[in-house]
């Protein structure tokens, strides 16, 4: 038997033998399981095996993380002698989802519409960072760079057009995503998601200013205002759900010759009336809600929120539910125009990075410190994830390190009332997302953020073990 056949088996002895393996499939790097019981796991023993990286257990998965190319092979061999079926991503997805409570499938949920669009938005935020370095003085000269170089005023223009499409536009892609997720046909998510932005409805931010200018529907004496739901994100959410599971019930009740007739457009009428009647005018009470609870929480002390929120961060990319904090930051920006939890998030990244640094140099093992250096600078361009379970969780103490270095740097943060006019990349990069007369004292909290973790590592690596090749108990 090859190396890789043996460490193969290994694994599988390792994770409780395939009797305790209910499905498989893998992604570019890991190998994703459902599990019967992961306490049978013995961790310890399957990450001494030479080809594993590391492991980890989310969202009703347990993911062993083996390595580009890698993977394939060992995905092969393990299918061969566990002699199970072959999954897809989807079918592992669907049945770890069976596996999580109520409150974990809803975080799961929201993870799954929200990714799909990132992509956009992060985009839109990098261009909207380039314009902020472009018409704000003080950065290349007094001036703003426009005002001296006015020759590229129409090339500024354009950016700017371009990136605030993303979230001008924004209940539509939710609409896209929110639908698609749901089971619905994405196409109609898309009009529904226009069809709140409308240019004839009046915007929320005008109707705040002007509620005396709005207009009203008139159905059958019941005035309906119009109003539209631009840069808000619970709405659509809502909306989506609702579409989605109209068109489905139609689509069983309805004889497939006349679906084309009938399906997309009582659908649409009914979520669009139910949205600008009942969904709407609550959703939107909710939302201002939960953006004035964050606000006035970090007006009560900004100091402890954003140190608590800080630190917290990690925990909460590792249990999955930082993905609730996306749609609560593009519903700040969509209400204030900035997002102030954003900037916060950012220093957890640099700080797991910068902690996993510090390991690579304090680690003996050769293939640990490669995972380390890679870690480190992945989560540094914003992806936390191989930091985190891959080193810093493996040996606890640089994880523990990354959080205070994160919640300090998060209470200096929050106590500068630092604001984000967008989402952009997190880590190095998310100063082009901050508004300009705030980067001095965000850079400041950015070397806070890697300076602490990696002296706080050093530390505790004295204090924990002698050999911090070893894994710490």
Known sequence: MSDMNEQVKIIIETIGGAKNVTAATHCVTRLRLILKDENEVDIEKLEEISIVKGSF???GQFQIIIGPGTINKVYDEFIKQTNITESTSQEIKEQSAQKLNLFQRLIKTLGDIFIPILPAIVAAGLLMGLNNILSNPGIFYEKSFLEVHTGWAG??????????????????????????????????????GLTLINPKLMSGAQFARTPEEVQYWDLFGWKVAQIGYQGQVIPILVSSYVLATTEKFLTKKIPDMIQMIFVSPLTLLFTGFVTFT???PITMSLSNLITDGILG???ISPTIAGAVFGALVSPLVVTGMHHLFLGVNLQMIGSLGFATLWPIQVMASLAQGAAALMMFFIITKKKEKGVALTAA???????TEPAIFG?????????????????????????????????????????????PEYWVIYFIAMAIAIIIPMFVTFLLS????????KKIK
Request: proline content about 5%.
């Open 57 to 59: 257990s989310a969202n």
């Open 155 to 192: 090339m500024a223009n354009m950016i700017n057009m371009i990136a605030n499409t993303a979230f001008t536009f924004l209940p539509a892609l939710v609409g896209w995503s929110a639908v698609k997720k749901f089971g619905g046909n994405p196409v109609l998510g898309i009009v529904l």
């Open 278 to 280: 009942i969904i709407g």
């Open 297 to 299: 929480l970090f007006n």
């Open 377 to 383: 600078i992945s989560a540094w361009l914003g992806i």
């Open 391 to 435: 080193i810093n969780l493996r040996y606890k103490y640089p994880f523990i390190a990354a959080m205070i270095g994160a919640g300090i740097a998060g209470a200096i943060t929050a106590t500068a009332e630092v604001k984000a006019t967008s989402i952009g990349i997190s880590g190095l990069p998310a100063p082009l997302s901050i508004i």
């Open 462 to 469: 004295k204090r924990y073990t002698e050999d911090t090749s």
